[in-house]
């Protein structure tokens, strides 16, 4: 919670409120594969980054936002990777560093 918590900390608190309720949702889960994720976040999308992992990108807060999160699906442990604006998300940048 402490990487969701530090972004809307620093200038966008208007992402609590969606990162707290995806925190509780997520805590909540119990995924098994994207399919079960987009059953209540349907415009989830996995992504394969540069390490070869395939990650979860999630759009937060009418889509002002993107949630990237590496879900191991077989430990039912979800790391949030990183917390994105949208713009950062475009750049692409991110996918290189995960």
Known sequence: MSGL???WE???ADAEKPLRDWHRTASKATWRTIEDIRRVYP????VKVASGRTVVVFN???NKYRL???VLYPVQVAYVCKVLTHAEY???RWK???
């Open 43 to 46: 415009h989830a999308d996995g």
């Open 68 to 70: 990237i999160v590496d």
């Open 10 to 12: 620093t200038g966008h």
């Open 96 to 98: 290189q560093e995960l």
């Open 5 to 7: 918590r530090e972004f």
């Open 90 to 92: 475009d750049k692409d």
């Open 60 to 62: 937060i807060g009418g």
